[in-house]
């Protein structure tokens, strides 16, 4: 039996996007503009060192996930916010953010840090019903990544923003 070949018809030549132009062998924890589209400014909320294991825990993650997307969404930047969600390679997130200046975001950010790491209660959208693998969630290490990151980033300027 013969391995099938990937259908190229449709797509000639990948293009080489952004986040892999980035030389991950010098990036380190904090928070970076990884690229501006227009209006849309994407961080990189790199709370783990690439190529370093560990890397973040699925289920605290995810808690982390659903803390920091909940928060940045309530918070006085709501309306500037476009999307906040996990990188694939499990060393941070992205917040793309629309119409809102640099040192708003880390400040929001710092108070996003402090609000996880003091999480008590319910998480937000935990349920079956809101929640695709809702069974996958760890609090404690998500409030522990918090804690982590916010020590990290406690004294980040806007000066310090580019990798």
Same mark, same amino acid.
């Given at each position: 039996m013969s391995e099938q070949q990937p259908k190229t018809s449709q797509c000639k030549a990948l293009n080489k996007i952004k986040s892999f132009e980035v030389d991950h062998t010098k990036i380190?924890?904090?928070?970076?503009?990884?690229?501006?589209?227009?209006? +849309?400014? %994407?961080?990189?909320?790199? /709370?783990?060192?690439?190529?370093?294991p560990p890397f973040l825990e699925n289920a605290g993650l995810h808690s982390f996930e659903h803390l920091l997307a909940t928060y940045v969404r309530s918070s006085e930047i709501s309306s500037n916010i476009v999307y906040a969600g996990p990188m694939g390679c499990r060393t941070g997130f992205y917040l793309l953010t629309r119409n809102i200046d640099h040192a708003t975001v +880390?400040? %929001?950010?710092?108070?996003? /840090?402090?609000?996880?790491?003091?999480?008590?209660?319910?998480?937000?959208?935990?349920?079956?019903?809101?929640?695709?693998?809702?069974?996958?969630?760890d609090i404690p290490k998500a409030k522990e990544y918090a804690r982590e990151f916010l020590d990290v980033i406690k004294n980040w300027t806007v000066k310090m923003i580019n990798y």
């Open positions: 380190h924890k904090g928070i970076f503009i990884s690229r501006i589209d227009d209006d +849309i400014v %994407t961080y990189d909320l790199r /709370m783990v060192q690439p190529n370093l +880390i400040s %929001t950010l710092k108070e996003t /840090m402090k609000f996880i790491a003091d999480f008590e209660g319910g998480l937000p959208g935990e349920s079956e019903v809101e929640c695709g693998n809702y069974l996958d969630h």
